[in-house]
């Protein structure tokens, strides 16, 4: 256990704990509780959270905080309370700063399932300086963003020789829908394009260069990829900034790092389809009355059923090469917006509070933080990571 601070009430304290993907998490924690986890679900509606404990399995053993971002002193306490805070309050970039900022004030490990780039640029430009200095790590990303491309990327890096230029690149395939909360943390970042490169600007006035080594994640081209029999689209998702910066974190991705994230389609006409429905929204989201419409479509709180996500699954394939090696490798898994989502944010949380991690501090991502701590977990926990192929 890295840091004990025993002195705090709870191990973990999830936020956001009656929302969609909030009360998935609790009650994957509370049917995976380690003996003698201390924790508790925090939310701004007592009566609701009263609610979704009598549902959890030992739930009587489970705490109640009640916070609200509208009541800033209520956040404070909750990352005063914890060791480990994990929140599903989003779109982040509305309601998410108060608690990282007293997380990192106080020390507390924060996580979130943010895939919003402008957010996590600015929690960098105005936080990590703070959490360096406490302690605190503060990890972004910890569902199907960024999860498993980026302990993905880690994993494929691992097959390669050491010491020399690697190329990754990642192919995402899945079957699955989304929630109201990530339709609505979408929409806003579509609206916000001017915002999102300006803090990305911002971010990289503030960080520190590589000197010795390179690390990058271009944009790959519309492409029929032979190695993995299927169309490649760029996808702009976060995930190839988290898995660049793991490069730039760790040495074993070599002196001259690049990493390329794509959509895999098997047919040109759907791919097409996916890029005029991706190109539509976000027009409409440009223009408020048409936002509000789409918002209108799907409300926070709302999701896909337990069937829909029972079928739902992904997969992403790596081709990783370097030193004259190509490897094939694979993650996969169920639901991925969701059930998969819930475990591999609770397994963060608990791989935080329990797990004989490096040392780090400050914005962290979650291969810098818990690189083969959570590949192991995620593994038992039932997502695979394996190697298709050497050549
Ligand atoms: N990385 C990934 O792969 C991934 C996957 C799934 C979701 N997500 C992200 O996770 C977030 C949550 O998604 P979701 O589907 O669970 O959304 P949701 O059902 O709308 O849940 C949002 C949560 O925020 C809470 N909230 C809203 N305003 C609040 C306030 N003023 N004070 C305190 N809590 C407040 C809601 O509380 P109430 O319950 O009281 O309404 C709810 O618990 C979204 O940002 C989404 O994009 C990411």
Do not use: N
């Not at 081709?319 to 989502?341: A, H, L």
């Amino acid at each position: 256990m890295s840091r004990l601070r025993t002195d705090r009430p709870y191990d973990i304290v999830l936020f956001g704990a009656t929302g969609f993907v909030g009360a998935l998490t609790a009650e994957y924690l509370a049917e995976h509780a380690p003996e003698g986890l201390r924790w508790a679900i925090a939310a701004r509606d007592a009566r609701r959270l009263e609610e979704l404990r009598e549902r959890l399995p030992g739930g009587a053993e489970v705490g109640l905080l009640r916070a609200d971002v509208a009541e800033p002193a209520t956040v404070r306490a909750l990352a005063e309370h914890a060791r480990v805070v994990a929140t599903t309050v989003g779109p982040y970039g509305r309601y998410g700063e108060d608690l990282v900022a007293a997380c990192a004030d106080t020390g507390a490990d924060y996580l979130d399932l943010c895939g919003e780039p402008e957010f996590v640029d600015l929690t960098y430009v105005r936080h990590d300086a703070r959490a360096r200095e406490t302690g605190a790590r503060l990890v972004h990303a910890c569902g199907f963003d960024s999860i498993p491309h980026d302990l993905g990327a880690y994993f494929t890096v691992r097959q390669l020789p050491e010491g020399v230029p690697l190329t990754v690149d990642g192919f995402v395939t899945a079957d699955a829908t989304f929630s109201g909360g990530t339709f609505a943390s979408a929409l806003d970042q579509f609206a916000r394009p001017r915002q999102m490169f300006a803090a990305a600007r911002d971010r990289a006035r503030h960080e520190p260069r590589l000197m010795s080594r390179r690390a990058s994640a271009p944009t790959g081209a519309p492409r029929f990829a032979p190695e993995v029999g299927a169309w490649a689209l760029p996808l702009p998702t976060i995930d190839a900034q988290i898995v660049r910066r793991s490069a730039k974190a760790l040495d074993h991705y070599g002196p001259d790092f690049r990493y390329r994230h794509y959509a895999a389609v098997d047919r040109l006409p759907v791919a097409l389809g996916g890029v005029a429905a991706v190109a539509a929204v976000a027009a409409a989201a440009q223009v408020p009355p048409a936002r509000r419409w789409l918002s209108d479509r799907l409300k926070p709180g709302d999701g896909p059923s337990a069937e829909k996500r029972a079928r739902s699954w992904f997969t992403v394939r790596f081709v990783g090469e370097g030193g004259g090696r190509r490897v094939f490798t694979e993650v996969s898994g169920g639901d991925p917006g969701y059930g998969e989502t819930a475990k591999m944010f609770a397994e963060s949380a608990l791989s935080l509070a329990f797990d004989d991690l490096p040392p780090t501090a400050g914005q962290v991502t979650t291969a810098q933080a818990m690189g083969d701590a959570l590949t192991e977990r995620l593994r038992a926990a039932g997502i695979g990571f394996r190697v298709a192929a050497i050549r």
